[in-house]
Protein backbone atom coordinates (compact mmCIF):
# COMPACT_ATOMS: atom_id res chain seq x y z
CA UNK A 1 0.00 0.00 0.00
CA UNK A 2 3.09 2.64 0.78
CA UNK A 3 4.35 1.81 -2.78
CA UNK A 4 1.02 2.78 -4.21
CA UNK A 5 0.75 5.76 -2.12
CA UNK A 6 4.45 6.79 -2.71
CA UNK A 7 4.26 6.06 -6.35
CA UNK A 8 0.95 8.91 -6.81
CA UNK A 9 3.49 10.87 -4.35
CA UNK A 10 6.23 11.40 -6.62
CA UNK A 11 3.62 11.80 -9.49
CA UNK A 12 1.14 14.55 -8.32
CA UNK A 13 3.35 15.35 -5.05
CA UNK A 14 0.79 14.86 -2.61
CA UNK A 15 0.81 17.15 0.39
CA UNK A 16 0.18 15.30 3.94
CA UNK A 17 -3.39 15.80 3.84
CA UNK A 18 -3.77 14.06 0.25
CA UNK A 19 -1.29 11.22 1.07
CA UNK A 20 -3.52 10.74 4.34
CA UNK A 21 -6.94 10.78 2.16
CA UNK A 22 -5.40 8.32 -0.22
CA UNK A 23 -4.09 6.21 2.19
CA UNK A 24 -7.34 6.40 4.05
CA UNK A 25 -9.15 5.70 0.51
CA UNK A 26 -7.08 2.57 0.05
CA UNK A 27 -7.17 0.96 3.42
CA UNK A 28 -11.28 1.29 2.82
CA UNK A 29 -11.30 -0.01 -0.80
CA UNK A 30 -8.82 -3.03 0.39
CA UNK A 31 -10.96 -4.10 3.63
CA UNK A 32 -14.31 -3.68 2.08
CA UNK A 33 -13.19 -5.63 -1.13
CA UNK A 34 -11.66 -8.09 0.35
CA UNK A 35 -14.47 -8.82 3.13
CA UNK A 36 -16.99 -8.70 0.34
CA UNK A 37 -15.13 -11.52 -1.57
CA UNK A 38 -14.78 -13.68 1.15
CA UNK A 39 -18.58 -13.15 2.59
CA UNK A 40 -19.82 -13.81 -1.15
CA UNK A 41 -17.72 -17.32 -1.18
CA UNK A 42 -19.23 -18.41 2.46
CA UNK A 43 -22.62 -17.05 0.99
CA UNK A 44 -22.18 -18.67 -2.11
CA UNK A 45 -21.53 -21.97 -0.62
CA UNK A 46 -24.53 -21.59 2.30
CA UNK A 47 -26.17 -21.12 -1.40
CA UNK A 48 -27.75 -17.98 -0.43
CA UNK A 49 -25.40 -15.99 -2.83
CA UNK A 50 -28.58 -14.11 -4.69
CA UNK A 51 -29.55 -12.81 -1.00
CA UNK A 52 -26.44 -11.82 -0.07
CA UNK A 53 -25.92 -9.76 -3.33
CA UNK A 54 -29.38 -7.82 -2.65
CA UNK A 55 -28.11 -7.19 0.62
CA UNK A 56 -25.31 -5.66 -0.04
CA UNK A 57 -27.00 -3.61 -2.88
CA UNK A 58 -29.81 -2.14 0.00
CA UNK A 59 -26.71 -1.85 2.47
CA UNK A 60 -24.80 0.19 -0.16
CA UNK A 61 -28.07 2.74 -0.87
CA UNK A 62 -28.46 3.70 2.66
CA UNK A 63 -25.28 2.85 4.76
CA UNK A 64 -23.50 5.98 2.85
CA UNK A 65 -25.35 8.83 3.98
CA UNK A 66 -25.99 6.85 8.09
CA UNK A 67 -22.58 5.71 8.94
CA UNK A 68 -23.16 3.38 11.75
CA UNK A 69 -20.63 0.76 13.68
CA UNK A 70 -16.68 0.58 12.67
CA UNK A 71 -14.39 -1.59 14.85
CA UNK A 72 -11.00 -1.24 15.09
CA UNK A 73 -9.65 -4.47 13.52
CA UNK A 74 -10.77 -6.18 10.14
CA UNK A 75 -11.15 -9.76 11.77
CA UNK A 76 -14.09 -7.96 14.28
CA UNK A 77 -15.62 -5.76 11.43
CA UNK A 78 -15.48 -8.97 9.12
CA UNK A 79 -17.06 -11.27 12.16
CA UNK A 80 -19.83 -7.95 12.20
CA UNK A 81 -20.73 -8.01 8.86
CA UNK A 82 -21.00 -11.72 8.10
CA UNK A 83 -24.09 -11.73 11.04
CA UNK A 84 -25.52 -8.43 9.84
CA UNK A 85 -25.91 -10.28 6.49
CA UNK A 86 -27.07 -13.86 8.07
CA UNK A 87 -29.54 -12.14 10.24
CA UNK A 88 -31.07 -10.17 7.38
CA UNK A 89 -30.87 -13.10 5.19
CA UNK A 90 -32.43 -15.28 7.80
CA UNK A 91 -35.01 -12.91 8.32
CA UNK A 92 -36.13 -12.33 4.96
CA UNK A 93 -36.44 -16.16 4.43
CA UNK A 94 -38.46 -17.24 7.78
CA UNK A 95 -40.57 -14.33 8.43
CA UNK A 96 -42.98 -13.09 5.84
CA UNK A 97 -43.69 -9.07 5.79
CA UNK A 98 -46.61 -8.13 3.94
CA UNK A 99 -48.11 -4.64 5.70
CA UNK A 100 -45.85 -5.05 8.47
CA UNK A 101 -42.97 -3.36 6.36
CA UNK A 102 -44.47 -0.28 7.10
CA UNK A 103 -43.68 -0.47 10.57
CA UNK A 104 -40.10 -1.41 9.97
CA UNK A 105 -39.88 1.67 8.14
CA UNK A 106 -41.41 3.71 9.77
CA UNK A 107 -39.11 3.01 13.08
CA UNK A 108 -36.10 3.46 10.00
CA UNK A 109 -37.47 6.90 9.31
CA UNK A 110 -37.41 8.09 13.01
CA UNK A 111 -33.91 6.39 13.59
CA UNK A 112 -32.53 8.47 10.50
CA UNK A 113 -34.40 11.49 11.15
CA UNK A 114 -33.00 11.37 15.10
CA UNK A 115 -29.69 9.82 15.04
CA UNK A 116 -28.48 9.76 11.23
CA UNK A 117 -25.60 10.22 10.03
CA UNK A 118 -22.97 9.03 12.67
CA UNK A 119 -19.46 9.97 11.23
CA UNK A 120 -16.40 7.83 12.30
CA UNK A 121 -14.04 9.58 14.22
CA UNK A 122 -11.39 8.86 12.12
CA UNK A 123 -13.23 11.10 9.29
CA UNK A 124 -13.24 14.91 9.10
CA UNK A 125 -16.51 16.42 10.72
CA UNK A 126 -19.20 17.19 8.33
CA UNK A 127 -21.27 20.62 8.59
CA UNK A 128 -24.92 20.59 9.79
CA UNK A 129 -26.09 21.41 5.88
CA UNK A 130 -23.93 18.85 5.42
CA UNK A 131 -25.21 16.36 7.72
CA UNK A 132 -28.85 17.28 7.12
CA UNK A 133 -28.26 16.59 3.37
CA UNK A 134 -27.19 12.90 4.28
CA UNK A 135 -30.35 13.00 6.65
CA UNK A 136 -32.56 13.79 3.95
CA UNK A 137 -31.06 11.34 1.55
CA UNK A 138 -30.85 8.43 4.05
CA UNK A 139 -34.54 9.34 4.61
CA UNK A 140 -35.46 9.42 0.70
CA UNK A 141 -33.78 5.81 0.05
CA UNK A 142 -36.16 4.69 3.18
CA UNK A 143 -39.01 5.97 1.67
CA UNK A 144 -37.93 4.72 -1.68
CA UNK A 145 -37.50 1.32 -0.69
CA UNK A 146 -40.98 1.37 1.14
CA UNK A 147 -42.94 3.06 -1.59
CA UNK A 148 -41.69 0.26 -4.21
CA UNK A 149 -42.04 -2.58 -1.96
CA UNK A 150 -45.63 -1.14 -1.21
CA UNK A 151 -45.84 -1.85 -5.07
CA UNK A 152 -43.98 -4.92 -5.71
CA UNK A 153 -44.21 -7.02 -2.59
CA UNK A 154 -43.11 -10.11 -4.19
CA UNK A 155 -39.65 -8.65 -5.51
CA UNK A 156 -37.18 -10.59 -3.17
CA UNK A 157 -34.95 -7.47 -3.53
CA UNK A 158 -37.07 -5.16 -1.86
CA UNK A 159 -37.86 -8.10 0.83
CA UNK A 160 -34.44 -8.09 1.99
CA UNK A 161 -34.09 -4.18 1.49
CA UNK A 162 -36.97 -3.68 4.07
CA UNK A 163 -34.61 -6.44 6.69
CA UNK A 164 -31.43 -4.67 5.87
CA UNK A 165 -32.59 -0.78 5.83
CA UNK A 166 -33.84 -1.79 9.49
CA UNK A 167 -30.70 -4.00 10.66
CA UNK A 168 -28.92 -1.07 9.94
CA UNK A 169 -31.61 1.30 11.92
CA UNK A 170 -30.76 -0.80 14.66
CA UNK A 171 -27.26 -0.43 14.43
CA UNK A 172 -27.55 3.28 14.26
CA UNK A 173 -29.36 2.98 17.40
CA UNK A 174 -26.32 0.97 18.60
CA UNK A 175 -23.95 3.12 17.78
CA UNK A 176 -25.85 6.31 19.50
CA UNK A 177 -26.13 4.21 22.66
CA UNK A 178 -22.03 3.34 22.52
CA UNK A 179 -21.76 6.99 22.56
CA UNK A 180 -23.90 7.97 25.04
CA UNK A 181 -21.89 5.10 26.82
CA UNK A 182 -18.80 6.41 26.28
CA UNK A 183 -19.45 9.98 26.89
CA UNK A 184 -21.17 9.02 30.44
CA UNK A 185 -18.12 6.63 31.53
CA UNK A 186 -15.67 9.83 30.72
CA UNK A 187 -17.28 12.27 32.41
CA UNK A 188 -17.36 10.17 35.84
CA UNK A 189 -13.19 9.26 34.97
Known amino acids: MNSIINYFDKEFGLTDIEKAKLKYTLDVLFTDVSKLLILFV ?3 ILGVSKDFIYSVLALLTI ?3 TGGLHFKTYTTCFIFTFFFF ?3 IILNNIISLGYSAIYLMIFSCIVVLSIAPIIHKNRPGYSNHKKRHFKYLALSVVLLHLILYLIAMANPY ?6 VITLQ ?3 LLIRK ?3 IYEKINKNFT
Open 42 to 44: IFH
Open 158 to 163: LNISIW
Open 63 to 65: RPF
Open 169 to 171: SIQ
Open 86 to 88: SIA
Open 177 to 179: GVD
